[in-house]
């Protein structure tokens, strides 16, 4: 049975995470839940985000691991997220910060055929 992704990326994201990655090298991202970003999608250079036992990975975008709190996670279960790319500033912290562009979060339920098809709670795993 196939599994149904719960985030993924857009050709415009994924154009922009080849560019950082060419910079930076190996990426990961983390699903800010508010404050100083909003709830933004951060991108960092692999390993430069501290990952809790707290934090779910929702699956990679690209190679690239994408984590979230597991309390924010608790809302957005039923969704699938969708990494997009548009004009402006990026987060403060993120790598995307400075190129003029920044990578926005968007997202749809999952219908009833799309949830049967999404792993375990059990199999979201939790970071390292």
Same mark, same amino acid.
């Given at each position: 049975?196939?599994? %149904?992704?719960?985030?993924?990326?857009?050709?415009?994201? $994924?154009?922009? %995470?080849?560019?950082?990655?060419?910079?930076? #090298?190996?990426?990961?991202?983390?699903?800010?839940?508010?404050?100083?970003? #909003?709830?933004?999608?951060?991108?960092?250079?692999?390993?430069?985000? +501290?990952?809790?036992?707290?934090?779910?990975?929702?699956?990679?975008?690209?190679?690239?691991?994408?984590? %979230?709190?597991?309390?924010?996670?608790?809302?957005?279960?039923?969704?699938? $997220?969708?990494?997009?790319?548009?004009?402006? +500033?990026?987060?403060?912290?993120?790598?995307? +910060?400075? =190129?003029?562009?920044?990578?926005? =979060?968007?997202?749809? $339920?999952?219908?009833?055929?799309?949830?049967?098809?999404?792993?375990?709670?059990?199999?979201? =795993?939790?970071?390292?």
């Amino acid at each position: 049975m196939m599994t %149904m992704p719960r985030v993924t990326a857009t050709a415009a994201a $994924l154009e922009l %995470m080849a560019a950082l990655r060419d910079r930076h #090298g190996p990426l990961m991202f983390f699903q800010s839940g508010g404050c100083c970003d #909003g709830s933004t999608p951060m991108c960092y250079p692999a390993g430069e985000f +501290n990952i809790s036992d707290t934090d779910v990975c929702l699956g990679s975008l690209d190679g690239a691991p994408f984590y %979230m709190g597991v309390e924010q996670f608790a809302y957005w279960e039923h969704t699938q $997220l969708i990494i997009d790319v548009v004009d402006g +500033n990026g987060g403060m912290f993120s790598l995307d +910060n400075g =190129t003029g562009r920044r990578f926005l =979060t968007r997202s749809r $339920l999952f219908n009833d055929e799309e949830l049967a098809q999404l792993p375990p709670l059990g199999a979201v =795993t939790a970071g390292p």
